[in-house]
Nanobody, 123 residues
Framework: QVQLVESGGGLVQAGGSLRLSCAASRRIASTSAMAWFRQAPGKEREFVAYIRWSSGSAYYADSVKGRFTNSRDNAKHTVYLQMNSLKPEDTAVYYC????????????????WGQGTQVTVSS
């Protein structure tokens, strides 16, 4: 079992920045990936980004490419999502998740989920 705890959400004006953190309760296996998804009211949970734990290679949804950066700290079992140039359409609950088998754009592939952190971007 892996417990995930997100933090760093909040209210920010359009154009601003936030950094989300997701701390895992134990070491992440090198074959794993950690991802961020988000869910806005009335919408399905959508992929934002994932990072492969061993290589640090990161992948992004087109909607956030160039604005968001996914990184990890192996020693702290923590992944970060730096969000710049935020837009009102980025408003959502952001969830982190672990895929024990390498990472995917599909939420059904993920094995463990955090409780989420709210990000609200005002116009």
């Amino acid at each position: 079992q892996v417990q995930l705890v997100e933090s760093g959400g909040g209210l920010v004006q359009a154009g601003g920045s936030l950094r989300l953190s997701c701390a895992a309760s134990r070491r992440i296996a090198s074959t794993s990936a950690m991802a961020w998804f988000r869910q806005a009211p009335g919408k399905e949970r959508e992929f934002v980004a994932y990072i492969r734990w061993s290589s640090g290679s990161a992948y992004y949804a087109d909607s956030v490419k160039g604005r968001f950066t996914n990184s990890r700290d192996n020693a702290k079992h923590t992944v970060y999502l730096q969000m710049n140039s935020l837009k009102p359409e980025d408003t959502a609950v952001y969830y982190c998740a672990v895929d024990l088998h390498g990472g995917s754009f599909y939420r059904t592939q993920y094995d463990y989920w955090g409780q989420g952190t709210q990000v609200t971007v005002s116009s």
